[in-house]
Nanobody, 122 residues
Framework: QVQLVESGGGLVRAGDSLRLSCAASGGNFPSFTVAWFRQAPGKKREWVAHLSMTGQSIDYRDSVKGRFTISRDNEKSTVWLQMNSLKPEDTAVYYC???????????????WGQGTQVTVSS
């Protein structure tokens, strides 16, 4: 059973930085495509960024491009989301997700973490 555990969330001010971590266990992590999603209060969960198992496919939603960076260490089975220049609209619960195989347009993420709260005050 694959488990994903996020950490690193918190309360920060606009303009600050946070680094979220996601530790994976129970699976062949190097074969996973990984991603971060977020869900703000009253809104649907939205994709933030993904990183394929080889690193060849990487992308970000427009609103975080240039501010967020997704990265991974396969030996540590860990994914990170470095978030800089945070804005109040980045406030949400952030979820780590993973799925087996290369990323495609219809990729389905099979595994999800429990989420970590990020709150950005103005």
């Amino acid at each position: 059973q694959v488990q994903l555990v996020e950490s690193g969330g918190g309360l920060v001010r606009a303009g600050d930085s946070l680094r979220l971590s996601c530790a994976a266990s129970g699976g062949n992590f190097p074969s996973f495509t990984v991603a971060w999603f977020r869900q703000a209060p009253g809104k649907k969960r939205e994709w933030v960024a993904h990183l394929s198992m080889t690193g060849q496919s990487i992308d970000y939603r427009d609103s975080v491009k240039g501010r967020f960076t997704i990265s991974r260490d396969n030996e540590k089975s860990t994914v990170w989301l470095q978030m800089n220049s945070l804005k109040p609209e980045d406030t949400a619960v952030y979820y780590c997700a993973a799925g087996r195989g290369p990323y495609t347009a219809t990729f389905q993420f099979e595994y999800w973490g429990q989420g970590t709260q990020v709150t950005v005050s103005s």
